[in-house]
Every structure is written in C-alpha cells, then in structure tokens.
T-cell receptor, first 111, second 114 residues
Framework: SQQGEEDPQALSIQEGENATMNCSYK?????LQWYRQNSGRGLVHLIL?????REKHSGRLRVTLDTSKKSSSLLITASRAADTASYFC???????????FGPGTSLSVIP | EAGVTQSPTHLIKTRGQQATLRCSPI?????VYWYQQALGLGLQFLLW???????NRGNFPPRFSGRQFPNYSSELNVNALELEDSALYLC?????????????FGSGTRLTVV
C-alpha cells in the first residue's frame, strides 16, 4: 500500500511554538499533499510538493520531502489556537492518480 | 467561485435502506472523488469519476456505486445499508488537466445508519 502514515498521532503544544508532523509512505510517488480538517468537516488543501522538489513554503507552513527516505514533514511556525485541527498527508503515485490519505495527526494548540 | 457542494449535510437511514449522496464540483473541474471517513479512522478512497466514467474504485463492496452526470456532478449510492456504513462521506473535485494542484473538498455528508 502506498498509504502515508503520520507521526505523531497526536500533538499538543502552546500557542507560539512550532509544530512538526511527519509522514512516511511506502511506494514511489508523483507528489505528496498536506490537508487540514477541522472537527470532522471537509478537508482544506494546504500544500503540494512534487517528487522532484525538496522543500516548499506557504506562509507559516514549511514542507520538506525526502524521497530517498520516503518521508515528508510539515512544520507550522508560530502556531495559533486556530491551527488546532487534524492534519493529513496524502500521496499520489502518478500525476493523474487518486490520492491516498494517511491516518492523520491531531494537533491541539493551547492558548 | 462556488466551492464543492454536497447534499444533504446529514442523512439518517435505517439498516437495509438505500442512501443517495450528491456532489457538485467546482465549475470547470471534471474529476470527482468520493472518500469515506468512519469515526476515528482515516479517509478511505471510494470512487473516482472523470468525464462521466468511473476511473478507479477503492476496496468497497458493489453496494457502493455512483455515477457522474454530463454537468460533472456526481451521486454516490449505498444500497442495503449496514451499521458500519455510518461515516462522513467527502467529495472532492479537481481539474484533471492541473495535476499539480490538490483537491478541493466539500463539507461532507454525515450518514448515520440506525
């Protein structure tokens, strides 16, 4: 299975701290995506990193990809209470394929 | 631009009944994906439609089926409902010609089977 797996399963930090979540996957991929889900609602696409990219930034988000280790990390800097959510990584084997989601990391940011 | 819309928001059905869930993609998006998220579990891929055709299917029994209409909206049908079908069903759309962009998800339909 190409399913990604996030680590840790749950993370609790103080507001202002940085949050790091990791994702590992098993097969070769075309791209890896990170999504956020608030309280069992729809997912919001955060960032997509292609297999030939190593790092990508979007606002307070920084994503890295190490295809040799089949892993990715999502860093949220200067976290806010509003960042409290579940975060999922998702991988696609080809550019036109469906994405497969990992089980997610539950992030709690304490004000 | 309107986002992906799903209806109904909530649906309560009795075991053995049929459920129909609807999804309207973003204008210009031709691909529609369905995912099931059971309580405490991750998102499981159900179905992928593009240009009216089923492109891929997840590991679900045949009683999960669907279709995509000429306007690219989609229906997910679940026959002979079982208690374990209770879940949040999420629909996502994408323009297939933009492979480097992620999905846009709807807010989901929460199906409860009693």
């Amino acid at each position: 299975s190409q399913q990604g797996e996030e680590d840790p399963q749950a993370l609790s930090i103080q507001e202002g701290e940085n949050a790091t979540m990791n994702c590992s996957y098993k097969t070769s991929i075309n791209n890896l995506q990170w999504y956020r889900q608030n309280s069992g609602r729809g997912l919001v696409h955060l960032i997509l990193i292609r297999s030939n990219e190593r790092e990508k930034h979007s606002g307070r988000l920084r994503v890295t990809l190490d295809t040799s280790k089949k892993s990715s990390s999502l860093l949220i800097t200067a976290s806010r209470a509003a960042d409290t959510a579940s975060y999922f990584c998702a991988t696609a084997e080809t550019s036109y394929d469906k994405v497969i989601f990992g089980p997610g990391t539950s992030l709690s940011v304490i004000p | 631009e309107a986002g992906v819309t799903q209806s109904p928001t909530h649906l309560i059905k009795t075991r053995g009944q049929q459920a129909t869930l609807r999804c309207s993609p973003i204008s210009g998006h031709t691909s529609v994906y369905w995912y099931q998220q059971a309580l405490g579990l991750g998102l499981q891929f159900l179905l992928w439609y593009d240009e009216g055709e089923e492109r891929n299917r997840g590991n679900f029994p045949p009683r999960f089926s669907g279709r995509q209409f000429p306007n690219y909206s989609s229906e997910l049908n679940v026959n002979a409902l079982e208690l374990e079908d209770s879940a949040l069903y999420l629909c996502a759309s994408r323009r297939l010609g933009d492979p480097h962009y992620g999905y846009t998800f709807g807010s989901g339909t929460r199906l409860t089977v009693v």
